[in-house]
């Protein structure tokens, strides 16, 4: 079946800019998790979601950082003001909720000049 | 934010040879996981680990979750060119909590 699937997968934008990642989870994947991944890093945990509320917003690094999941399925990750340090690729990933295994989609590589 | 100590950082190998890395952590964990990053891509999932103790294999792929459950490390036995890649641990603490910790990775080449 497919996978998780994330748009666009390059974004390159200017500082002080908006700008919104998607997130299509695997059907029927009531959890819904994104992380950012820096250069040579691990990725590190933002948000996770269960059904359409945030379970868990603690990796939110601050306020400019926003995530949705109005309807349950699709995310939609939102960073206000953009700055040069948010450059990193943004990966979703989503699990059934009785299931530990995360499953990742191809990320957004997110680019801030 | 907190990254689970994973070693080596890099490593060069001859195909055919077999290869070991592992990841400790300050912090019990209740699943351990190990992942393949290649290039421009998402990790993709390839042992997971639920018991202390528990040696689990995939394939050439064999992992370990250790008995104090701060620590697991992953085997790839005779190793081909298509192993190249980047390997990350990552660890589930278990509970209500969700959040995936991971290691930096391990970035592996094999030689012809």
């Not at chain 1, 819904?32 to 269960?50: D, H, K, N, V």
């Not at chain 2, 934010?1 to 001859?14: A, D, T």
């Not at chain 2, 997971?48 to 697991?72: H, P, V």
Request: charged content about 15%.
């Amino acid at each position: 079946g497919a996978g998780v699937s994330q748009t666009p997968s390059n974004k390159v934008t200017e500082k002080g800019k908006y700008v919104e990642l998607r997130c299509d989870p695997i059907s029927g994947h009531t959890a819904l998790y994104w992380y950012r991944q820096s250069l040579g890093q691990g990725p590190e945990f933002l948000i996770y979601f269960q059904g359409t509320g945030a379970a868990d917003d603690s990796g939110l690094p601050n306020d400019r950082f926003f995530a949705v999941r109005p309807e349950g399925s699709v995310s939609t990750l939102k960073i206000q003001r953009t700055e040069r340090g948010d450059s990193a690729v943004y990966l979703c990933a989503s699990s059934l909720l009785s299931q530990e295994t995360q499953y990742f989609g191809p990320g957004t590589r997110l680019l801030v000049l | 934010g907190q990254q689970l100590n994973q070693s080596p950082q890099s490593m060069f190998i001859q195909e055919g040879e077999d290869v070991s890395m592992n990841c400790t952590s300050s912090s019990i964990f209740n699943t351990w996981l190990w992942y393949k990053q290649d290039p421009g891509e998402g990790p993709v999932l390839l042992i997971a680990l639920y018991k202390a103790g528990e040696l689990t294999s995939n394939g050439r792929l064999t992992a370990q979750f250790g008995i104090t459950r701060k620590d697991s490390f992953l085997n790839i036995s005779a190793s081909i060119p298509s192993d190249v890649g980047i390997y990350f641990c990552a660890g589930l603490p278990g509970g209500s909590a969700r959040q995936l910790t991971f290691g930096s990775g391990t970035q592996l080449t094999v030689l012809p």
